[in-house]
Nanobody, 113 residues
């Protein structure tokens, strides 16, 4: 059974940082590209960042330079370091393998003063 479990969300002030993690099981993690998406209330789910099995990364323009995606193949986890957070970053964040339609349950990130 495939499981993607996000953690690390919470409430943070503008300009602050959070690190999200996604623990995976039931997949061959080392061979899987991993992706982070987010969905703000009333908006469509949007792509945030992806990392290939070899560590190549890609980011949405809205987060480039502020967010960093990384993976630990030994621990079967993918992380998203988020710095200089803005109120517009408030959303539920999901890790996913979209090609296989595997999605986590999401973790809420709220950026507010």
């Amino acid at each position: 059974q495939v499981q993607l479990v996000e953690s690390g969300g919470g409430l943070v002030q503008p300009g602050g940082s959070l690190k999200l993690s996604c623990a995976t099981s039931g997949i061959i993690f080392i061979g899987s590209p991993m992706t982070w998406y987010r969905q703000a209330s009333g908006k469509q789910r949007e792509f945030i960042a992806s990392i290939t099995r070899r560590g190549g990364t890609n980011y949405a323009d809205s987060v480039k330079g502020r967010f960093t995606i990384s993976r630990d193949n030994a621990k079967n986890t993918v992380s998203l370091q988020m710095n200089n957070l803005k109120t517009d970053d408030t959303a539920v964040y999901y890790c996913a393998i979209p090609a296989s339609n595997f999605w986590g349950q999401g973790t809420q990130v709220t950026v507010s003063s």
